[in-house]
């Protein structure tokens, strides 16, 4: 027997479809060999065990007219809403973020406000340095100074800190 005719016969035998003829011949076949008595055994031992589980019968039929009439009465509903009332308003809501007109150009005033005051603020010097070498600022002090590095300081710093 082919692996799978086995499981069907192991089914046929254990949910009692057999004949007496078949079940005699069944019985042959699974004390002929240790493997189809191994084989015979773990199978039964799992109908055995599904058995003993509880089951629930699912009715389709049911299931679907249940859920055909919970459909047709919102259809009912919907049918019997010929236009909505006055009151309630239906925005178009395709837009992810609207920002009104007023507000993007107080936005964009308040970024050109800022960025000018920033540039006006930064009347300082800046050092920066092509190579590692040290730096002599117009107060007199000396700073070493990576390749890469930049400093910068307000011009109207004084000694006396």
Excluded: C
């Excluded at 055995?48 to 589980?53: E, G, K, N, Q, V």
């Excluded at 309630?88 to 406000?113: G, H, M, R, T, Y």
Aim: hydrophobic letters at 40%; glycine letters at 4%; aromatic letters at 10%.
């Amino acid at each position: 027997m082919r692996y799978s005719r086995e499981l069907t016969s192991i089914h046929r035998y254990l949910s009692g479809e057999m004949d007496e003829i078949e079940a005699e011949e069944f019985n042959i076949w699974a004390g002929a060999d240790d493997r189809n008595q191994k084989l015979f055994s773990e199978v039964s031992a799992i109908w055995t065990a599904s058995s003993i589980l509880p089951t629930k019968k699912f009715d389709a039929n049911k299931a679907f007219l249940k859920h055909k009439s919970l459909l047709d009465k919102e259809v009912g509903v919907l049918n019997g809403v010929k236009e909505l009332p006055s009151s309630i308003e239906i925005k178009n809501q395709s837009k992810v973020f609207s920002i009104s007109p007023i507000l993007a150009i107080a936005a964009s005033f308040i970024l050109l406000l800022a960025a000018w005051f920033i540039i006006a603020n930064s009347n300082g010097k800046i050092y920066d340095s092509e190579r590692s070498s040290i730096a002599s600022l117009e107060d007199g002090s000396k700073v070493w100074m990576k390749e890469g590095s930049k400093i910068e300081f307000k011009e109207n710093l004084t000694k006396d800190l």
